[in-house]
Structures are given as C-alpha cells and as structure tokens.
C-alpha cells in the first residue's frame, strides 16, 4: 500500500506493526512478525530515514503520528512529480527542436520481430497526452484481442481514443468482445468496408505502421517521427474516421433496464439490437450468427419477427427504420 512512497513490503509491515503497538524494541518486532533480526533492522533504518519512526533512549521504536509523517512524504513525492512534469516538459521542447537537424535515418525508425514492435506499440500509446488513434486490421502478430492492457490505463488518465475497425475484423473471434469492452472504457470506434494498412497514432508526435510481412519472415514495423510521412498518416486517418460508420455500445449489448415490459414484450430484444448493429455494420448474416452464437436459421427467423415488428418487407426498410426508432 505504500510501495508508491518508496517503502518495501518489510519496511510497511514494521511500521504498520508500530502504528498498531504505538512502540516496540527490535526483538518484539522480529518475533511478532517472524522476521528476520537483520531484515527488522534494514527496515528500521529507512523507517527512520524518512522520519517515519523515531527511536527511544531505551531502545524502543515508536512512530511519528501517521498523518503528520506520511503527509509531509507524499508532499515531497508530489513535489518530485512536479519537477519531473517540468523535466518532462523541457526536454520535449529540446527534443523537437533538434529534429529538425535530424537525418532521415534518425526519424524514420525500422523495427523487426515480434516483442519489439509489441513494445513500440505500447510505448506509442504511452507517449500520447491528449490522444491516441488507430486502424485495427489482420492479420493480428504483434497484439492479439485482448492483449492491449495500455488503452484500458491511458484512457483512466483522459487519453482520447478513436479507432477505425474494417468489417472482416470485427468478424474475427474475439473482435465483438474486445470492442464492446473498448467502447464501455469510452473508446470511440467506428466500422468501414476494408482499411489499407494497420496504425496507431500518439497525438501528432508518433506514428507505428507495420511493414509487410513475408512468408516465413519476421514482422517488422516502421515508427515515424514528426516527418511528411507522419502528417500523411495523420491526415489519411482523419479522411477515412469522416466516412467511417460509427457503433456505440448501446446499440451492440441493448439498453440495460430502461424499457418497460410493454416494450420488453413488444419491442426489439437486447439480442435483436445486437443483430441490427453488427448488420448494420456491415457483417453477413453468417458472420453475426457466428459472433453471437446463434443458427443462421435462429439469426434469419428473428429478423423476420423485426421485419413484421416493424411493418416493412425488406432488410433496406428494416434498417431505415431502426435507426429513426432509436433500434441501433
């Protein structure tokens, strides 16, 4: 629990123990939790270095009161923050200016193998202030579904995060999962028909594209710095998320809770909203009944039941009025 103010797990279990008892001597402690003698004393000593713990003329350690001793450490923690904040801020500021004398070689990144473009691709994200973007395609080598721990973290800290899908992944296994996870986080995700290359963008600062594998040869990707190179990504990126179609999550799980029985009874299902969002993304019908888990013959008989709900004879009219009805 202290581990952030810099204490080891022993140096927070003496203390904890002293907070408890309000003093005890070396040997009390070291019995009490079955410690040895030399790690009681380690502990000891930094408790005391950081004034934590203050020992008795007759050998007795007692603690400084929590709230006093603790809050004047993570002041001091914070102030160190700060002045790394301000480390950070300048050395940003130097490290623009000297890429404009920088060679091609020297903003133009190539990356081989596996693990190394599945770092960049987490250092990217981590590099990112205000947003991150992104085209998620297959093949997938580096970073499966479900193996990006850094969105789920980034946006925690007010990272904006806006993703274009193409429709053959979203059909991939596993794909529907990690989306409907990724927009609960507030992610922004949209679909289009087939997207050129894989992507991923920090701010207007960093760019990683996957170069293109050879049968039997080892992944590589390229990592672009502030170059011509990354202003085109930017803008491809920009250009393809205006004409992308956008899914939100609501309309892929189904309201949960705000609709009376009536509607419940009446209306379309959580499962039928489900099934109009992934068609109207563009999936076959295979494709969906597949992702949710149904017969093609189950995904085709609740369409019709929609088709009749909704007074219209073709799949064209079902979608139209699905959306003016607030379906999906």
Do not use: C
């Amino acid at each position: 629990m202290l581990g952030a103010l810099g204490l080891s797990p022993e140096d927070e279990a003496v203390y904890g123990l002293l907070v408890r008892r309000s003093q005890a001597g070396r040997a009390e402690l070291s019995d009490a939790l079955r410690m040895p003698a030399a790690t009681v004393e380690a502990a000891l000593s930094q408790l005391t270095a950081y004034g934590l713990v203050k020992r008795g003329p007759d050998g007795q350690f007692s603690v400084a009161p929590p709230a006093v001793a603790l809050g004047a450490l993570i002041s001091e923690q914070r102030g160190a923050l700060r002045s790394a904040e301000l480390a950070l801020v300048t050395l940003a500021e130097e490290y623009r200016s000297s890429i404009a004398g920088r060679t091609i070689d020297e903003l133009i990144e190539v990356v081989s193998g596996v693990d190394a473009v599945r770092h960049r691709f987490a250092q990217v994200q981590h590099a990112a202030r205000t947003e991150v973007r992104s085209f998620v395609t297959t093949p997938f080598i580096a970073v499966p579904p479900g193996t990006n721990a850094v969105e789920s973290a980034a946006v925690r800290q007010g990272v904006r995060f806006r993703v274009v899908i193409d429709r053959p992944t979203l059909a991939e296994p596993g794909v529907v999962a990690e989306t409907l996870e990724s927009l609960r986080d507030g992610v922004q995700v949209r679909v289009v028909d087939h997207l050129p290359i894989k992507l991923v963008l920090a701010d207007a600062e960093l760019a990683l594209v996957p170069l293109t594998a050879t049968p039997g040869g080892e992944p590589g990707a390229v990592l672009l710095h502030r170059t011509g190179l990354l202003a085109a990504m930017d803008a491809l990126f920009e250009i393809v998320w205006r004409h992308a179609h956008p899914l939100d999550s609501a309309a892929l799980t189904g309201p949960a809770g705000d609709r009376t029985a009536a509607q419940a009874a009446y209306g379309p299902t959580e499962l039928d909203r489900r099934i109009l969002a992934l068609l109207l993304a563009g999936l076959t019908d295979p494709v969906v009944a597949a992702q949710l888990d149904l017969s093609l013959r189950t995904l085709q008989r609740r369409l019709r039941h929609l088709m009749d709900l909704a007074g219209v004879e073709t799949r064209m009219q079902l979608g139209w009025h699905a959306a003016r009805h607030g379906w999906a």
